[in-house]
């Protein structure tokens, strides 16, 4: 079973946007509930609703399933900790959810920190045995209904954290692809062909970057990185893009579980919207999907005046020819391509990639 190592996404600036209190946290580790005397603050209250426990913990394995895959995730010690950082840096400490699910109100990050000297730590004195670089956390909760119906009966056990991480792996593929692309453009400008752009994408995708822009200058938000604005900058001015940044934009997909945020809330939303939105990046899909197949159907060899291959499959230089190898594999009709001035016929009404 394979193990993926999960990053910081770079594409969002609000990391970590919520600690939440679940019943079976993904770190397999419970927190533990203090009230009372038992645990102390410097103002000595008499009654304190304290959460403590491990946040997340680097190096462990995490078991997930997506569909039929099944794997572990992980985080390292520096993202742990850069985690840690961010949360508190963008003024998280008072978003939690209840079981990933319901926003609730009340629930404050009152102390961080990363376990630095296992022995000395006082996560021991709360019977815990956490690795070094360990986030912990104590989150006061002045919610009753929570402490009451959740915490008291058990229904909560721990912390698990919201945030935008993505697989390390696909990172570094994705860098490699820009990085061969961005080469792949610049061979072809000093050989002096002039680079394909494009900027038929739908109206609905300029005006999606055009409404995160607005909202950016009106409002101002941290979200996204120079890239995505950049981006978001090309598609509200109607500007011809490559296959490179339509490729990007394709891959921004994997993002789409957060396109619903609300701009107000977080940066799911309006960095979909810059990249286009939804009709933007299902665009940017269909149009990589048309390039490239552009690109295979000009591969053409002739093979005598009756038979040519294109694309890895047998042309014929006559309708009837075609018809008749259509009628075998019973898909019907012919479709025709042009090279150097002749015709050719294929079976089929369409040229299956």
Same mark, same amino acid.
């Given at each position: 079973m394979r193990v993926v190592e999960l990053?910081?996404?770079?594409e969002q600036d609000n990391f970590i946007e919520a600690i939440s209190v679940v019943e079976y946290p993904a770190i397999e580790e419970d927190f533990v509930a203090l009230k009372s005397q038992e645990f102390k603050f410097a103002e000595q209250d008499t009654d304190k609703k304290i959460l403590i426990g491990p946040v997340l913990i680097p190096n462990k394995p995490i078991y997930r399933k997506n569909g039929e895959d099944e794997y572990y995730i992980y985080f390292s010690r520096d993202t742990v900790r850069r985690a840690s950082q961010l949360y508190l840096k963008q003024g998280n400490q008072s978003n939690s959810t209840l079981e990933h699910a319901e926003k609730v109100n009340g629930l404050t990050l009152v102390e961080s920190w990363i376990v630095e000297d296992k022995?000395?730590? &006082?996560?021991? =004195?709360?019977?815990?045995?956490?690795?070094?670089?360990t986030w912990m956390g104590s989150v006061k909760v002045d919610n009753d209904?929570?402490?009451?119906?959740?915490?008291?009966?058990?229904?909560? &056990?721990?912390? =698990?954290?919201?945030?935008?991480?993505?697989?390390?792996?696909d990172l570094r593929e994705s860098e490699?692809?820009?990085a061969s692309e961005i080469l792949q453009e610049l061979k072809t400008a000093l050989q002096g062909v002039e680079l394909e752009t494009y900027n038929d994408y739908p109206k609905a995708a300029t005006e999606n970057a055009k409404r995160a822009i607005k909202?950016?200058?009106e409002e101002g938000t941290s979200c996204g990185t120079q890239v995505g604005w950049t981006r978001a900058g090309q598609l509200a001015r109607n500007e011809k893009i490559s296959r490179s940044t339509i490729s990007r934009m394709a891959s921004f997909k994997r993002h789409q579980q957060h396109k619903d945020v609300p701009y107000n809330e977080g940066c799911g939303g309006i960095m979909w919207d810059a990249w286009g939105g939804t009709e933007g990046v299902e665009w940017a899909i269909r149009k990589l999907e048309q390039i490239d197949r552009e690109n295979l159907e000009d591969e053409v060899i002739i093979v005598n005046e009756n038979y040519a291959i294109i694309n890895n499959r047998l042309a014929y230089s006559t309708k009837e020819q075609a018809e008749q190898i259509a009628n075998d594999i019973g898909c019907g009709g012919f479709h025709i391509h042009e090279h150097e001035g002749m015709e050719w016929f294929m079976p089929c009404e369409q040229h299956a990639i």
């Amino acid at each position: 079973m394979r193990v993926v190592e999960l990053i910081l996404d770079e594409e969002q600036d609000n990391f970590i946007e919520a600690i939440s209190v679940v019943e079976y946290p993904a770190i397999e580790e419970d927190f533990v509930a203090l009230k009372s005397q038992e645990f102390k603050f410097a103002e000595q209250d008499t009654d304190k609703k304290i959460l403590i426990g491990p946040v997340l913990i680097p190096n462990k394995p995490i078991y997930r399933k997506n569909g039929e895959d099944e794997y572990y995730i992980y985080f390292s010690r520096d993202t742990v900790r850069r985690a840690s950082q961010l949360y508190l840096k963008q003024g998280n400490q008072s978003n939690s959810t209840l079981e990933h699910a319901e926003k609730v109100n009340g629930l404050t990050l009152v102390e961080s920190w990363i376990v630095e000297d296992k022995e000395n730590d &006082k996560s021991n =004195s709360y019977g815990m045995d956490v690795p070094l670089g360990t986030w912990m956390g104590s989150v006061k909760v002045d919610n009753d209904e929570v402490w009451n119906d959740y915490v008291k009966t058990g229904k909560v &056990k721990g912390f =698990s954290i919201e945030g935008y991480f993505a697989d390390k792996a696909d990172l570094r593929e994705s860098e490699d692809d820009l990085a061969s692309e961005i080469l792949q453009e610049l061979k072809t400008a000093l050989q002096g062909v002039e680079l394909e752009t494009y900027n038929d994408y739908p109206k609905a995708a300029t005006e999606n970057a055009k409404r995160a822009i607005k909202y950016k200058e009106e409002e101002g938000t941290s979200c996204g990185t120079q890239v995505g604005w950049t981006r978001a900058g090309q598609l509200a001015r109607n500007e011809k893009i490559s296959r490179s940044t339509i490729s990007r934009m394709a891959s921004f997909k994997r993002h789409q579980q957060h396109k619903d945020v609300p701009y107000n809330e977080g940066c799911g939303g309006i960095m979909w919207d810059a990249w286009g939105g939804t009709e933007g990046v299902e665009w940017a899909i269909r149009k990589l999907e048309q390039i490239d197949r552009e690109n295979l159907e000009d591969e053409v060899i002739i093979v005598n005046e009756n038979y040519a291959i294109i694309n890895n499959r047998l042309a014929y230089s006559t309708k009837e020819q075609a018809e008749q190898i259509a009628n075998d594999i019973g898909c019907g009709g012919f479709h025709i391509h042009e090279h150097e001035g002749m015709e050719w016929f294929m079976p089929c009404e369409q040229h299956a990639i």
